[in-house]
């Protein structure tokens, strides 16, 4: 073992940190200590527990476990001591390892994968945990209670390559403010040059590789917590608000709401604010449906819309203009919605509407610099109840039934998602949920709001990069951006003419017309 390895085996802390670079070692150190305590020889676990010890050792997914974790493992267990072993790339079900111990007792590795999801990681007694790289906050706060009752620890191997994730708000930060309990919280950095097997050439090609992304870089080379280059946001608790039943009411009563609009089969994303008496965007509501037909999503908006009392007239609901045939069918799906009155009589359709923003890929990163700006000006806040108690499958798609996960998509995507990097293929093996497979529809959701909300004005002298962010404009109502005419074209106008603005106008057909 490299001194690094050897200075985290002997530390004695309820939970132990290894954040290290991509290739330092840190699987290696994680199987050694799982396979030491098992057999009795661990200079720290085995002053607690004698064996039989009971052990996890988990990957994000079973491929990972099949491939890394299960033969790293096997590689450190004496082979007359191996009871018991699933074999190595044979796609087993077994994920069993039995150990003899010195004392001449069994004990037992058993495999997980934060994959088949947070609800597999409650158990009866377990001694050790070990975590290879970073598992969702979900799985760790599902292992607490037993961990807590039981007085078992927990070894987590990771490379921070996911930023200011919980990780640094619940362990990084406080450990390093010495604000955690003493003995309860160890965190260790390694570098590539801790590993002596790795040639300084590697390093050298590493860095030349990620010379665009210093963060990466840091994170792969020290372990170090930076903010992703990635597009990620960072939306501070404080911006998680409270709002009562009544108070929303009172703020759909006094503001112009707003809607955007992500269509996808299997991930359809809406999204729901209003404005406060601040200028701050308040977003109250989501919607995100998966593998529901059009008239399930419009009436589901419908109802959404009708709840919160949003008047149709001057309200849009704002979608990408890369997809007029789908915002053409959404819009007749309203259109089918049949208003009744009290006595059961219809009296007309839906109102509501999907109108096109001209939002190509490559404004991505101005919509998200801008949000990054409205959040960290404190002008967007999200209601912490947000998409509450609605249940999605991540990483669903016509192969996969995908993980169930509770709660809001858009805080999940805030809190998870990282912009792949396609010039670094190795980034998204790292993605625990594949950002290309699953990705950011509540954040495209809400670039069309805020691209079509906010209208940059003219910028302070900055000699930034994206100077036309540094300022924003405060809400304009829908009456004043109707009056900037030249910004809005009747449909069927040639994209040439609308590609100054932002915007199509979409009529709405129905009982007025
Ligand atoms: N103490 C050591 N001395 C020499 N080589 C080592 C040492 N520890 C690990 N290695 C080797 O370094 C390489 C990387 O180790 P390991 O896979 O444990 O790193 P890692 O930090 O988990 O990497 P990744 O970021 O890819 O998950 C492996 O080839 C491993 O055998
Ligand atoms: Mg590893």
Redesign the pocket.
Known sequence: ??PK?LQALHVDAKHKWYF??????????G?VEIVAASLGRHPIYNKIWQPALTCWASALSWELWEK?LLP?LLTWIPRDRLIKAPTPHQHSSNREILIRADNGRISRITGKAAEQGADKYQSARVHLVWL??EHPEAVWDEMQPRLLRHGGRTIA?I?PLKGLTWLFRRVYEPWKLGKTAAGTTFCSHAGLTD????KPEEIALLAEELKHNPSQLEARLYGHFTKPTGLCLNLPDTQRIEISDKELERLFARGQPIAGIDFGAWRFAFILGVPDEHGRMVLTDEIYSQRETLDVRAQRIHDLLTLRKVKPENFWIWGDCANPQDIMEINAAFARIQIKDPAGKIVGQSQYRVTAVMAENKIIKVGVTRLENLISRGALVVRRAIGAYQVWMLGANSARAGVPIEGSRLLWEIDNWQYPKTDDAKVQKDVPDDATADGADMMATLRYMVMTWWKSAPAEVHAKEHAEDAKVAPFRSAQEREKESDRYVPMGHSEEETAGGSTWHVPRFGTEE
């Open positions: 073992m490299h390895q290290w670079g991509n290739q330092t070692g840190k699987t290696t150190g199987a890394i790293e290879d790289e191997t490379t590993n002596p097997s790795i």
